[in-house]
């Protein structure tokens, strides 16, 4: 009975730790009742009764916390569209067959094994560390997985755990093969990953996170004046950027010439939204009346967002192909949890040479921090109007690394134009203002142009860097004249 009373314990305090996971818990004690599992289980009818009971399975937890069994998150925006709409469960992007194309041609890598046959759970399994609480908006029914050894081994790493191979795929940056599995049985993702770290064949297991766009919904482009850019001597020209965004709409005039490059990280996904992607790299480079910061520049151009929103495992995909086209900058206006897979590729890339700009995020004051932009070796940007006035939306925190226009400026979109806001567009700018800099010294490198961005800044909160501004407004000028 000692022995029971302790599983039951244990069992209890996973599926409480676990409200925003998958409401179907799991336990492998033979010993328990029906009803016992039952209440373990909040989404069932016999669960209604457990509170009566020794203050019931949830420990006492609101009613409300279980309805529909559906994974409720706090928003990762709320800025996104102007009005944003109704939360409903997250789509699940296909990023094992993206596509690419490069001047007209296009390569399909070969699709993952598909399971075939139901999916077992193995009977005994036990949990090799403690349940992760996972903080961040995730798919509820998918692990990250990093695995030594070939396709033989990760389906022997599935069948061992009763899971899927929904995708795998060998990652440049992560310099290993990346799983995607299923979970097909209602097991919480914090309870897969701490079951799976028993298999010294798993390297690095995460969640796969769910990010979205910055842009919370100008008057002529304002940027070149308020970053000291002379717009009559801006060039990007022979500069490789990558965007990693929505679609775009490549038959916009202002991406005419602009485009080397694209590759779909999500190609079972229909594109219903270019927006936000062709205003990024309009204002990077953009040509003709909605000229970017960087005229001249090349943009390679991922496709990983749609709905405004991706995952871990298609930004990871995008990421991968951007390393393999030689870039010198990577422009990620997008914002989510921390995860450390994406903390690697980010670090392996500016070990590279590469200069990663990132949105700082448009979640407000009191937000937690956004990532990409707060991992060390991304410039994480912040946005401000046409008076230096940082916007209202803007996150902050000790993270934020510099200030840039963001606020109501007029950019390129799929229909055409459109007035912009929010720390997505802020990013664009300084990427294209970066490429300015490796345009006039190609060999500059990416520690070099970071501390020449920080030490020629204006500086407009608290004397030296806050939490609001970085260091301060960019200044571009100064920065090209810095001496490394």
């Known amino acids: 009975m000692a022995a029971k009373a302790v599983i039951l314990h244990a069992a209890l305090l996973a599926a409480a730790a676990f409200v925003a996971a998958p409401a179907s818990a799991q336990t492998n004690d033979p010993n328990l009742t029906q009803k016992q599992l039952d209440c373990l ?98 798919v509820p029914d998918e692990v990250l997985v990093t695995v030594e050894g070939d396709a033989g081994v990760v389906q022997q790493i599935a069948n061992s755990f009763g899971l899927q191979v929904r995708s795998q795929r060998q990652s440049r940056l992560l310099g290993t093969t990346v799983v995607r599995f299923g979970i097909t049985d209602g097991r919480p993702v914090g309870v897969v990953l701490a079951q799976l770290a028993a298999d010294g064949r798993t390297r690095r297991r995460e969640p796969n996170h769910i990010y979205t766009l910055q842009q919370a919904a100008g008057i002529v482009n304002y940027a070149f004046d308020r970053i000291a850019l002379d717009s009559k001597e801006a060039s990007g020209e022979n500069v490789r950027i990558a965007v990693i965004d929505t679609g775009i709409d490549d038959t916009n005039p202002a991406l005419a010439g602009v485009i080397a490059g694209q590759y779909d990280a999500m190609p079972n996904v229909p594109i219903e939204k270019r927006d936000h992607g062709t205003s990024v790299d309009g204002l990077i480079a953009g040509v003709g009346p909605l000229e970017g910061m960087a005229p001249g520049a090349k943009i390679y151009h991922a496709r990983a967002f749609e709905g405004g929103k991706s995952t871990m495992d298609v930004i990871l995909s995008a990421l991968d192909w951007a390393a393999e086209q030689n870039v010198r900058i990577i422009n990620m206006s997008f914002v989510g949890p921390k995860n450390d897979l994406l903390g690697t590729a980010c670090r392996n890339a500016r070990a590279m040479g590469m200069v990663l700009v990132a949105a700082a995020g448009n979640n407000g004051p009191k937000a937690p921090y956004g990532y990409p932009a707060a991992f060390d070796g991304v410039i994480a940007v912040t946005a401000t109007d046409a008076k230096d006035g940082l916007m209202p939306q803007a996150n902050r925190g000790a993270y934020v690394f510099i200030s840039a226009p963001g606020v109501e400026m007029v950019a390129p979109s799929g229909a055409g134009s459109d007035v912009v806001t929010g720390t997505s567009f802020a990013a664009a700018i300084v990427s294209g203002a970066i490429a300015n800099l490796i345009h006039a010294a190609p060999d500059r490198s990416a520690d070099d142009i970071e501390k020449a961005l920080a030490a020629t800044a204006k500086d407009l909160g608290p004397k030296g860097r806050d939490s609001d501004f970085g260091y301060g407004l960019i200044d571009i000028k100064a920065a090209g004249a810095a001496k490394e």
């Open 41 to 138: 289980d909040r989404t069932t009818a016999a669960g209604g009764g457990c509170n009566k009971d020794s203050g019931g399975a949830d420990g006492g937890r609101s009613k409300d916390a279980a309805k529909g069994g559906a994974v409720f998150l706090p928003a990762l925006i709320v800025d996104l569209f102007p009005n944003p709409p109704a939360p409903t469960a997250p789509q699940t992007p296909a990023p094992s067959n993206g596509t690419s194309s490069s001047n007209g041609s296009s390569t399909t890598p070969p699709p993952a094994p598909t399971p075939s046959g139901p999916v077992t759970v193995p009977q005994g399994l036990n949990l090799a560390e403690p349940p992760r609480a996972i903080s961040g908006e995730f």
